[in-house]
C-alpha cells in the first residue's frame, strides 16, 4: 500500500515536471529592451546673408541735377538689392575727387573723366569702370541773332574765357582747327559767379557753358533764344563723366565693383524713363536745387541723359565706353602735353564690370 503511494507520488512528479518543461520550450523568448533612436538633426538653416558692403560714392561737386540718376538708384534700393550700403558724398571738384580714390578715403567717384586721365597720366593708381557721359557736354552758348554757324564765325565775337575752365583749355587747339584768327576774337576773363550775368546783359557775346548744367538756367532767365555749338560735334570731344575706383579695389573686391556699377546703370535706366521722379530725388537732398525751378532741374536732367551716348557707343550697354572716345581723350591729352607719356588704353579704363543688357 506504501509502495502504491509512493509510486503515484513519483508519477504526478514526473508528469508535473514533463507539464513545466512543456510550457517552457512553447513560451515566447522576451525581447530585449529597444535600442534608444537618436534624435533627428534639425534641418539646417539657410545661409545668413553676408553683411551689406559698406561703400561711399564722391561726386564731383555740390548737388546738382546732373547726379539725379545716382540718387534715385540710392532711393529705389537699387544699391541694396546688391548688397551695397552706399553714402553718396558732396565733392568739391574731379580734380580733388581723384585723390580720395588714390588713397582709399572714399570707395568710387564720379567725376569728369578727362581729369581722371590726366592723374592716372601722372601715376595715381585709379581706374574707371564705367562711362557716363560719352559726348562732352561743354557747349558755346550764344543769342541766336549772333548767326553763328561754324567755329570761323567766332570772329569778331567776345567770349568769357575763365582759366582752367574745359573750353579754356582747348581753345588754343579748336581755333587752331578751325582757322579761327584768333586776333579777331576777344577774350575776356570773368569770374564765374558773374559771368552768366554778363552774357544775358549782352556784356559778352559768347559763353562757354555745361548743357546739363548752365544752358537751361539761361535759357531760363534770357528773354531771348539761346542756340549752342558744341565742340564734340566739330572733332573735339573728350569723353566726358563716369565711375572710378582704386585698382587695389577691382584686384581684391571684383564682385563689389560688378555690382556696384550694377547698381548705377539700374539707376540711370530708372532715371531714363521716369524723369520727373528722378528730379523730386535729387531735389531733396538739397535745399538750394528744391528752390529752383522744376523745369530747369527737368531739362538738366535730361541733357545729363541725352549726353550719355556719342556716335561711338550708340546701341551698347549703359556704362560701356568706345575704344575711339578713349583714343580721342588721350591722344589730345598727350598732344598738348597733359600727360607725358602715351600709355596703353586699358591703363585707364575697363569695360569688364558693365552689365551687357
Not at 529592451?33 to 561726386?59: E, G, N, Y
Not at 584768327?181 to 555745361?210: H, M
Not at 573686391?253 to 548705377?264: H, I, N, Q
Not at 549703359?318 to 607719356?341: F, H, R, S, V
Given at each position: ?26 513560451a ?39 547726379f ?6 540710392d ?55 564705367a562711362g ?12 541766336t541773332?549772333?548767326n ?10 567776345s ?17 587752331t ?28 557775346d ?25 565742340p ?24 563689389l565693383?560688378?555690382r ?9 535706366k530708372?532715371a531714363?524713363e521716369?524723369?520727373?521722379e528722378?528730379?523730386?530725388?535729387v531735389?531733396k ?15 538738366q ?14 546701341g ?19 598732344e598738348t ?21
Amino acid at each position: 500500500m506504501v509502495r502504491s503511494k509512493r509510486a503515484l507520488a513519483f508519477l504526478t512528479l514526473v508528469l508535473l515536471s514533463l507539464t513545466a518543461l512543456l510550457m517552457a520550450s512553447c513560451a515566447q523568448p522576451t525581447p530585449p529592451p529597444a535600442a534608444s533612436q537618436p534624435t533627428p538633426a534639425p534641418p539646417p538653416s539657410p545661409t545668413a546673408k553676408p553683411a551689406p558692403d559698406k561703400v561711399t560714392l564722391r561726386l564731383s561737386w555740390r548737388w546738382k541735377a546732373e547726379f539725379a540718376p545716382l540718387v534715385i538708384a540710392d532711393d529705389k534700393g537699387f544699391f541694396k538689392e546688391e548688397n551695397i550700403e552706399v553714402q553718396l558724398l558732396e565733392g568739391k571738384g574731379s580734380g580733388d575727387v581723384v585723390p580720395l580714390i588714390a588713397n582709399k578715403t572714399d570707395t568710387f567717384g564720379y567725376l569728369n573723366l578727362t581729369t581722371v586721365a590726366i592723374s592716372i597720366g601722372k601715376g595715381l593708381p585709379v581706374k574707371v569702370v564705367a562711362g557716363l557721359m560719352a559726348k562732352n557736354p561743354s557747349a558755346l552758348a550764344f543769342f541766336t541773332e549772333k548767326n553763328i554757324k561754324h567755329p570761323k564765325d567766332l570772329e569778331g565775337k567776345s567770349i568769357a574765357l575763365t582759366p582752367g575752365e574745359a573750353f579754356a583749355v582747348i581753345w588754343p587747339a579748336f581755333s587752331t582747327k578751325w582757322n579761327i584768327d584768333t586776333s579777331k576774337v576777344t577774350t575776356v576773363n570773368l569770374d564765374p559767379a558773374v559771368k552768366n550775368q554778363a552774357f544775358l546783359e549782352g556784356r559778352i557775346d559768347v559763353l562757354p557753358v555745361y548743357v546739363n548744367n548752365e544752358l537751361p538756367q539761361i535759357r531760363y532767365q534770357a528773354k531771348k533764344p539761346i542756340d549752342i555749338l558744341v565742340p564734340a560735334d566739330w572733332g573735339f570731344n573728350t569723353i566726358a563723366n563716369g565711375i572710378i575706383t582704386h585698382v587695389d579695389t577691382i584686384k581684391e573686391k571684383p564682385d563689389l565693383v560688378r555690382r556696384f556699377v550694377r547698381a548705377v546703370v539700374k539707376g540711370y535706366k530708372y532715371a531714363m524713363e521716369h524723369p520727373d521722379e528722378a528730379v523730386a530725388a535729387v531735389s531733396k537732398r538739397s535745399d538750394a536745387l528744391a528752390s529752383q525751378p522744376k523745369e530747369v532741374l527737368l531739362e538738366q536732367v535730361k541733357m545729363t541723359l541725352d549726353y550719355m551716348y556719342g556716335p561711338n557707343n550708340k546701341g551698347k550697354p549703359i556704362g560701356w565706353m568706345a575704344e575711339e572716345d578713349w583714343n580721342a581723350t588721350i591722344d589730345q591729352l598727350y598732344e598738348t602735353k597733359a600727360i607725358d607719356k602715351r600709355l596703353p588704353n586699358d591703363t585707364f579704363y575697363t569695360n569688364e564690370f558693365v552689365p551687357q543688357q
